[in-house]
């Protein structure tokens, strides 16, 4: 029986899963990753060590089920976007890939924006310090060595095909997050290119996400017992295959996304870019569809942080705030540990507990994360709204999924249903194997892409929903509030 791969670069970890031809699952490993902070708004990592990460969660699949692995037909990547990956001439990275959390590039942002206004609508969002392009100025003005050895510009994910099958390949959904990509046409953007410096020559060559982008090399195949046709579809970045993943390829398909990051993602069958929304208008992984997104910088990762602090395991945590919860936290939390992105564009933005006291419990901290993430997403829906996308429900996925008061407070916040499904936080990696059996069989999408099965479906509860606004409208206050002292700080930290 025929089997497909998904590996998943993420941030906090490679995720790996193998499907059959039915799509259930026959295995699954995951590899932790690390973070390295070495100054204030820097994040960073080293290509290799996802690449390592990749082939330890191989070893586990082929320990786990050898005769599966060996009847791999196509392995589809998925992963986190933006990253800058800078390769020499003979493709070794040049220094550690700087990840999309990375907020280093905020003036070279600006100033992108600044000269080149008219590129916004056409890369399909003002530029932003956590897009690969602001990234490129930000080297060529610190690190003018490291700038003038770069051969080839690639994203995380594109690093492990490079690895798998010695080609230097994208795809579009990936490609549209750098901000080097004409969303409409679905090709490289000469012009905006040479805004930073680069050429056509530094960048992969492009494909769709369900199509070939190789075959994987002899050595590997040796290495995991793969057969040596094994083809590498062009795959996803982490939101488009987790809409694969989830079936959202439909025109008005939505979902949440709560992994490390959160993403609002809604499909469109048309390039529709909102840039005065600071909303995301980018390819989607299949030809011939874009999506709209809200991206936060602060998504489940606010949730592990938390619990890292309180030095606390994450399932008990959860377990005694679902116990005590009966009402919105008296405490906000303001979750801009990374800065934020929609709607706010800004970096140095932190995080906040506002309104402590003495009997304030662990319980009162971790709800007051759970509504915080959530009051994000109610800003990342008005900016949908704004942008002419109006949502009356939603799926969520991501490892934030997993927790059902997490998703009863979503959808009290947002105001619309959310749907929790079988298997949600596997989705992006889930969706990359979606993308590798179609680039295999040539199916039609509509055919493989299918929804979960629905585990059930959250409503409103309309005394929460009521109780929730004044808190909504007290969080936004408090970001506003405190903008200046978070610029200010900033300042002194130059």
């Known amino acids: 029986m025929p089997h497909y791969l998904g590996i998943d670069v993420g941030t906090s970890a490679v995720k790996t899963i193998l499907v059959n031809e039915r799509q259930a699952t026959i295995a699954e490993a995951d590899i932790g990753?690390?973070?390295?902070?070495?100054?204030d708004l820097w994040s960073e990592q080293d290509p290799e060590a996802w690449w390592q990460a990749v082939q330890k969660a191989l070893d586990q699949l082929l320990a786990k089920d050898a005769a599966a692995l060996t009847d791999v037909r196509g392995i589809g990547l998925s992963g986190q976007m933006h990253g800058a990956v800078l390769l020499d001439a003979a493709n070794r990275p040049l220094r550690p890939a700087i990840l999309w959390n990375d907020g280093r590039s905020f003036q070279e942002a600006q100033e992108l924006g600044t000269k080149h206004p008219g590129l916004s609508r056409t890369m399909g969002v003002i530029p932003m310090p956590g897009f690969t392009a602001p990234k490129l100025l930000w080297l060529a003005r610190h690190e003018p060595g490291t700038f003038s050895a770069i051969r080839k510009v690639l994203l995380p994910k594109d690093y492990i095909r490079l690895q798998l099958t010695g080609d230097i390949m994208s795809e579009m959904s990936d490609a549209a997050g750098t901000w080097w990509l004409d969303e409409a046409k679905r090709d490289w953007s000469d012009e905006a290119l040479a805004a930073t410096g680069l050429t056509r020559d530094h960048m992969a060559s492009l494909v769709e996400g369900s199509q070939a982008s190789g075959t994987v090399r002899a050595a590997i195949a040796r290495r995991w017992n793969l057969r040596s046709d094994v083809v590498v579809a062009g795959g996803a970045g982490d939101a488009a295959a987790g809409a694969v993943g989830l079936g959202a390829i439909q025109d008005g398909s939505v979902f949440v996304s709560l992994g490390t990051s959160g993403q609002l993602f809604v499909t469109t069958e048309i390039f529709s870019p909102a840039p005065e929304a600071l909303v995301h208008s980018f390819c989607h992984a299949l030809p011939g569809r874009w999506f709209q997104m809200a991206a936060m910088l602060n998504g489940a990762g606010s949730l592990a942080w938390a619990a890292n602090l309180l030095q606390r395991d994450i399932g008990e945590l959860l377990r005694d705030t679902e116990a005590a919860f009966c009402k919105p936290s008296d405490v906000l939390f303001l979750p801009y540990l990374a800065g934020e992105r929609t709607p706010h564009n800004n970096p140095h933005a932190r995080g906040v507990f506002f309104g402590l006291s003495p009997d304030t419990h662990q319980t009162d901290l971790v709800q007051a994360v759970l509504e915080g993430v959530a009051?994000?997403?109610?800003?990342?829906?008005?900016?949908?709204?704004?942008?002419?996308?109006?949502?009356?429900?939603?799926?969520?996925?991501?490892?934030?999924s997993r927790s059902r008061l997490w998703t009863r407070i979503f959808a009290s916040v947002l105001n619309v249903p959310i749907m929790r499904y079988a298997g949600s936080d596997k989705g992006p990696a889930f969706g990359a194997a979606r993308l590798a059996r179609l680039a295999v069989t040539g199916e039609a999408p509509e055919d493989v892409c299918t929804a979960p099965a629905i585990l059930e479906t959250i409503t409103p509860e309309p005394s929460l929903v009521e109780r929730y606004e004044p808190r909504i409208q007290a969080f936004r206050s408090l970001y506003q509030s405190l903008r200046p002292e978070f610029m200010r700080a900033a300042q002194e930290r130059i």
């Open 33 to 39: 990753l690390q973070i390295s902070r070495p100054q």
């Open 375 to 400: 009051y994000s997403f109610a800003d990342a829906k008005q900016a949908l709204e704004q942008a002419g996308t109006p949502l009356a429900q939603a799926g969520i996925i991501g490892g934030g």
